[in-house]
């Protein structure tokens, strides 16, 4: 009875779980953020580790590795490590402009990795590498992507920039065919977050600054919020507005779209002789050029699915209320 007892025992123990690929915290590196620049014979691909906190490791290791794909970089980065790289709290890949060919293969590659979660915001560094944005100073944080994530949190609103994650990315490139991209730039050794990058068939098809932006999330009514810049008014007056609240109006007509965009807009600031019909006039004016300009620039570069109307290049009036700063009309 001793030895069934005994026999029975130790196949319990057989049954019983091992950690035998366990890694605790102090065998792991985290990664910040990546990033990816065109190489002579592929990509070249480094990642931004955090700091540990130790004497030695006050700033986050970093490595850099080439490949033939993004995949074969980042395999190779895992064994130049000095620990295992943990993808989880990756907050920002950097593709510099050169390497934008690689952006759909990138996002692919994104999709597959495990220990990856699909809120990753990818940006398009424009007229520049990726290494270089790297190295700038940051705005704020720590390291630039922080400072990259700080400013989708807090300055999204701003409507010169869509953060887009990469599981938004892949919905909208299944419906529109096309997406867009936040773009960094470095100015004066410092970063600049402002304008898009319209992906079009794994390629950049066109880059889109930041008043454009702002005219086709309004022609989208997408996001909230924003600003229109200074605009001079009669009379030597100047006048700046925010975006109070947007709506659209949409008409299909055969093989014609029609938009009509509705702003209710506040001064923001003024200066000389202003009143409110002025206010209106200038304000409606150039929303209307930035319309008629954004899609005149649209027809150029064959860009049409950045409206939404399946492909088909909308024609576009506009209303403008301005209200005062207690909500009143005027």
Known sequence: MRFIRLFFSACLLLMLGGCFDYNELNMQE???G?????AENGVRVTVVCAPTGGIDDKEGAKYTAEGGSFFEAVRELSCRADKKLYWGHTSCIL???EAAQFTDEILDTVLRVQDVYLDIAPVIVRDSRAEELIETAPPGGSDIFESISDMFANEENSRRFFAKRVWEIFREREVDG????PTASVEDEKMLLSGGAVMKNGKIAAFLDGEQILALSLMRKKGSGGYLPTLALPRGGRASFEILANDIEKKVQGDA???NVKCVLSPAGA????NSEMMKDSAK?????AFSGLISYAQKNDIGEIFATDGKVPEVTCEVIVS???GGKK
Do not use: P, S
């Open 30 to 32: 985290i990664v910040n």
């Open 324 to 326: 005062n700063i207690l």
């Open 178 to 181: 096309e997406y867009i991209l």
């Open 285 to 289: 004016e150039y929303l209307e050029n």
């Open 34 to 38: 990546v990033g990816i620049d065109a």
């Open 95 to 97: 593709i510099g402009e």
């Open 257 to 259: 779209v029609k938009l």
């Open 271 to 274: 200066q000389g002789k202003v």
